[in-house]
């Protein structure tokens, strides 16, 4: 699995766009980009993947680095039930595989 | 569609005791994962199935931890006995049969061993 690294914690303002940053500098050209976050007191949930190209779901849009070294989650307008840890998970080749988490990246949003 | 479902949501045990959680995952998820949590970390895979077969079970600490999941749907994860270290949240997730991409998580077990 590629290892990535991230930052500890962000802070952001509300109704403003976030860019959650990710290095994944030894990821292989068959691995996808996955992105999930845990609210509090919850189980992590799904919120968007790539591979190649970017990425936009109706959560999130995903920014991959053209080398595909690092991506960015962008959260185009954050809310106050945004504030969670997010995670940059890589290394799946693509379906029913395990889930290797890193610390993730503390969003606080302020209101 | 119904979520993974978890129980109980809370257990306080002392040390050498044990202590089962129990899991539902989603209709017709085949593949179900038990994942630890421990306070400040990210999750951490314990096992996986395939239907009722067991995929991977390479960080399951086998001499305490066991986990079953019978005729593949719901599935139980036991701790016997339960030591402090133990402590943490303990996460259902499940996932449609190979080429989706997306697990689904249920809300945990917080297990506090005293």
């Known amino acids: 699995d590629a290892k990535t690294t991230q930052p500890n914690s962000m802070e952001s303002n509300e109704e403003e766009p976030v860019h959650l940053p990710c290095n994944h500098s030894t990821i292989s050209g068959t691995d996808y980009i996955h992105w999930y976050r845990q609210l509090p007191s919850q189980g992590p949930e799904y919120v968007i993947h790539g591979l190649t190209s970017n990425v936009n779901n109706r959560m999130a849009s995903l920014a991959i680095a053209e080398d595909r070294k690092s991506s960015t989650l962008i959260l185009h307008r954050a809310t106050l039930r945004d504030a969670a840890v997010y995670y940059c998970i890589c290394g799946l080749q693509g379906g029913s595989e395990k889930l290797v988490f890193g610390k993730g990246t503390k969003l606080t949003v302020n209101p | 569609e119904a979520g993974v479902a978890q129980s109980p949501r809370y257990k306080i045990i002392e040390k050498r005791q044990s202590v089962a959680f129990w899991c539902n995952p989603i209709s017709g998820h085949a593949t179900l994962y038990w994942y630890q949590q421990i306070l400040g970390q990210g999750p951490k895979l314990l096992i996986q199935f395939q239907n009722n077969g067991v995929v991977d079970d390479s960080q399951l600490p086998k001499d305490r931890f066991s986990a079953e999941r019978l005729k593949g749907v719901d599935s139980t994860l036991k701790i016997q006995p339960a030591k402090l270290e133990d402590s943490a949240v303990y996460l259902c997730?499940?996932?449609?049969?190979?080429?989706?991409?997306?697990?689904?998580f249920g809300p945990g077990t917080r297990l506090t061993v005293t």
């Open positions: 997730a499940s996932s449609r049969p190979r080429g989706s991409h997306e697990q689904y």
